[in-house]
């Protein structure tokens, strides 16, 4: 196995809101020097929720997406607070977009984003025993929410709001998980 590559530099670029990019400068093990940038997201990283009505309806939402600039449909998702677990971030972020929370809460997995060029990482959980909850979030408009069956995922995948890849895996490890029990 390959020993990490040293970093000689770490410098901010640009830092907003939303947004941190950062320079490295790092040395491999053969002596190659380079610079690499990246974006740094939330330290305590994020959510994506998968709320189960049963073992075959999820409850999606449509929101506006602004990076694509337009309305998608996708499964609740949020930052992780400090000092939050992922599950209470979960339940959490369930509650201010769906108006559930969840008496069962499984952690499936970690996804990062986009690796070569950003740390973020997204905590899949699967939300199961829904009931009315609701709190207030920080959505600039109401949120739009839509049941859709995972039996009918291949239909689900080709709607042309549906394009985020998190979601979409996200929503095939739920079905084989499931389909499991």
Not at 28 to 55: K, W, Y
Not at 87 to 93: C, F, L, S, T
Not at 147 to 176: C, F, G, N, Q, V
Request: glycine share 4%; aromatic share 6%; net charge negative.
């Amino acid at each position: 196995m390959r020993s990490h590559p040293e970093i000689l530099a770490r410098q901010t670029l640009a830092k907003t809101k939303l947004f941190h990019i950062e320079q490295l400068d790092l040395k491999f093990s053969n002596g190659t020097m380079v610079q690499f940038e990246r974006m740094c997201g939330s330290p305590h990283g994020a959510v994506l929720v998968i709320p189960m009505l049963d073992d075959d309806q999820v409850v999606m939402i449509r929101e506006y997406a602004a990076g694509v600039e337009r309305y998608e449909l996708a499964l609740p998702k949020g930052r992780i607070e400090k000092n939050e677990a992922p599950v209470d971030a979960a339940n959490r972020e369930i509650m201010e977009e769906i108006g559930y929370a969840a008496n069962s809460l499984q952690h499936l997995n970690s996804f990062s984003l986009a690796p070569g060029y950003s740390n973020q990482m997204t905590h899949i959980v699967l939300a199961r025993d829904l009931y009315e909850q609701s709190a207030q979030g920080d959505e600039p408009e109401p949120i739009e929410t839509e049941i859709w069956h995972l039996s009918e995922l291949a239909e689900l995948i080709k709607h042309p709001e549906m394009t985020e890849a998190r979601t979409i895996a996200a929503l095939y490890m739920a079905r084989d998980v499931l389909s499991s029990m």
